[in-house]
């Protein structure tokens, strides 16, 4: 990858730093983020990814601590990463560069944008978190 390091999508979870079992490299779906490499430099910006790889227990902890999460999340299988974001013209570029890349599956929310390319989900969607 030229501009992410496998470790920004691991599980940050306390559980899997201890076994090493969430790390992204392990986990992540290459051609996912070979997309998403690609969309960063389309773009022409950074991207902080917020969250790549999750673990079931992470991930169901989300959702106790009130985070909206879905039940057959993209991200417990890699397919899937939020990028932190924060202002619209931002927004825009990495919106636009990930259309240009492919994907086809984006939810936007006030600090991040979701992405993903999971095959078991409907295509062509995008979505509000509020």
Request: glycine share 10%; proline share 4%; charged share 30%.
């Amino acid at each position: 990858m030229r501009y992410f390091k496998y470790e920004e999508f691991d599980c940050p979870c306390h559980r899997c730093k201890e076994n090493g079992e969430g790390k992204g490299e392990d986990n992540m779906n290459q051609d996912f983020l070979d997309m998403l490499d690609n969309a960063r430099h389309l773009a022409g910006i950074p991207f902080k990814v917020n969250s790549g790889f999750r673990c079931k227990a992470h991930h169901l902890d989300l959702g106790r601590r009130g985070y909206k999460t879905a039940k057959k999340s993209p991200h417990c299988v890699g397919y899937a990463a939020d990028i932190h974001c924060t202002d619209s013209r931002s927004r825009g570029y990495i919106i636009g560069a990930l259309y240009e890349a492919g994907f086809n599956r984006i939810g936007v929310a006030p600090t991040f944008i979701h992405v993903d390319d999971d095959p078991e989900k409907a295509a062509d969607v995008v979505w509000l978190y509020f």
